[in-house]
């Protein structure tokens, strides 16, 4: 069901350009739980599926910008609901969320136009975060949630526990005077392995070469297996984000009865509008562990080098730029 015409015309400051409902539906939600999702992307980011899950943006200092985002109750009693935006980080492949109403410089700029709503049953409600880049706002890219929270009853005498649900909306924000740095990642080495229960698996190493935080998503296939056979394709499991710089791991569990191969692969993954695809050649080991890396095929792994000797290039050319541009600075 498309949403109204009226909710299509959103104006933004601070140069980001019209806002769009996004197409994304909201994402399907348990027997009576709450949820939440972003009604809006900036229309120059229509083509990033990452900006239509989660506020994902680059704005100079001193901008303001808003963004609708529904609350949703799926149970049959009214639900109230309270909002908040709390601090957030990446630490080891994984986007991390601090305890509680934990603040930092991004979650100060925000502000929702309620603290709370009560959703009825089975119904919705909208809410508008604004974002309030201040000028002296320290450059690069930092990361919050917006909250959307219900408790189940308050501790008392009788109980000294309170549950607690709360779903949410990630805040990828760059904050800079410049254009919005790029995005990029390299996949590397690719290795099978056998879990302790016999289950196939194999795990890629990832680098995040660019700027800008990644998430990764896509999928694997295996062919040409023994008698012909193929495999796949294997949905690359969600979880793994990556900031500028650091490398983690995309695990990917198989099916219970693949032979040891050898195999043909091909992956894929993609993170917002970068996607990068590798194939080669492996073979499972016979018992639990590590297997051999795989075999890449030669124009991959040409093309890695390249890749790298362009990192390399890029750097230096950086380096010269800035030091020319120095005494212009002062």
Excluded: C
């Excluded at 303001?64 to 009214?78: A, D, E, G, H, K």
């Excluded at 698996?201 to 070469?209: E, K, L």
């Excluded at 569990?253 to 693949?258: H, I």
């Excluded at 124009?299 to 890749?307: G, Q, V």
């Amino acid at each position: 069901m498309s949403l109204p015409a009226a909710l299509l015309a959103f104006a933004v400051s601070g140069g980001l350009g019209a806002a769009v409902a996004a197409a994304d539906p909201p994402r399907p939600q348990a027997k009576g739980a709450i949820g939440i999702v972003l009604l809006e992307a900036p229309e120059n980011r229509m083509d990033d599926p990452r900006a239509r899950i989660f506020i994902v943006d680059h704005v100079n200092p001193g901008t303001t910008f808003s963004r609708r985002l529904q609350i949703t109750n799926s149970s049959p009693r009214r639900q109230h609901v309270k909002l908040y935006a709390a601090a957030a980080d990446i630490r080891q492949g994984r986007f991390t969320f601090a305890p509680g109403r934990t603040q930092n410089e991004l979650t100060s700029w925000i502000k929702l136009n309620r603290p709370a709503v009560d959703v009825p049953p089975h119904g919705s409600s909208q809410v508008t975060a604004t974002v309030r880049v201040p000028e002296p706002a320290t450059k690069g890219e930092q990361y919050g949630v917006i909250w959307a929270q219900v408790s189940t009853g308050r501790p008392n005498a009788r109980r000294n526990i309170a549950l607690v649900n709360r779903v949410g909306i990630r805040v990828y924000l760059d904050v800079g005077p410049e254009g919005e740095p790029p995005s990029q990642f390299r996949i590397g080495e690719v290795v099978p392995h056998r879990l302790d229960d016999g289950r196939p698996s194999i795990a890629a190493t990832v680098r995040n070469t660019g700027e800008r935080a990644i998430d990764l998503s896509g999928q694997l296939t295996l062919s040409d297996g023994p008698s012909g056979i193929r495999a796949g394709p294997y949905q690359v499991p969600p979880g793994t984000t990556l900031a500028p710089d650091q490398t983690g791991r995309v695990t990917i569990p198989l099916g219970d009865r693949l032979p040891d191969g050898p195999w043909k692969f091909q992956l894929t993954l993609r993170s917002g509008r970068i996607t990068h695809t590798v194939s080669g050649s492996l073979a499972f080991p016979a018992n639990r562990g590590r297997g051999r890396p795989a075999a890449l095929d030669s124009s991959m792994t040409t093309l890695l080098a390249l890749t790298a000797l362009m990192a390399l290039a890029g750097a230096g050319t950086l380096f010269v730029v800035a030091r020319r541009q120095r005494p212009a600075a002062r």
